[in-house]
């Protein structure tokens, strides 16, 4: 990844799911004056992601609010509808905000990218996990290969903020 801790995150183009309408939002509505953690994943509905990453944030969420953490964001080249979908199926209710980013313009903005077509994905996004303080990466996790989630699970990354 090109970003690097105390770095300011760009302020790209993100989409959400409003009402049932795909919003285009930018990352500074997310983050301005706020303590996020963020967590980059290949792809909703993929087995380690599905499986671990999602749902250790989810299991793990009071524990990082009690730590001051204003949201917990995951973010995947997805569109807005799939991470709304892939939210609803794993009930994270007000717990996780779900963001795609099916342009990749956050995801290539930030150096994390990862051609993923020999297993049928196309371009994604390598496995994250970062805390960022009003826009300012404090703390970042990458994984060296996306079908691994330890150094950026909910449980690991708690004990680095």
């Not at 380690?48 to 990453?53: A, E, G, I, R, Y």
């Not at 730590?67 to 807005?80: E, F, M, T, Y």
């Not at 994390?112 to 404090?138: C, E, H, P, W």
């Amino acid at each position: 990844m090109k970003i690097k801790e105390n770095n300011l995150l760009p302020n790209s183009e993100v989409f959400i799911l409003e009402s049932g309408e795909p919003i285009k939002k930018n990352i500074e509505d997310f983050f301005k004056n706020k303590k996020v953690i963020l967590f980059g994943v290949p792809g909703a509905y993929t087995s380690v992601c599905s499986k671990k990453h999602l749902p250790s944030y989810i299991s793990m969420h009071d524990k990082f609010k009690e730590k001051g953490i204003d949201h917990i964001i995951c973010l995947s080249a997805n569109d807005p509808f799939v991470m709304n979908a892939w939210g609803k199926e794993n009930n994270v209710g007000n717990k996780i905000i779900m963001l795609g980013d099916p342009f990749l313009n956050f995801i290539k903005d930030i150096g994390a990218d990862v051609d993923k077509s020999g297993r049928g994905l196309g371009i994604r996004s390598n496995r994250y996990t970062m805390f960022v303080d009003n826009m300012k990466v404090i703390k970042l996790q990458e994984e060296k290969d996306t079908g691994t989630c330890e150094i950026s699970a909910a449980e690991n990354f708690i004990k680095l903020i």
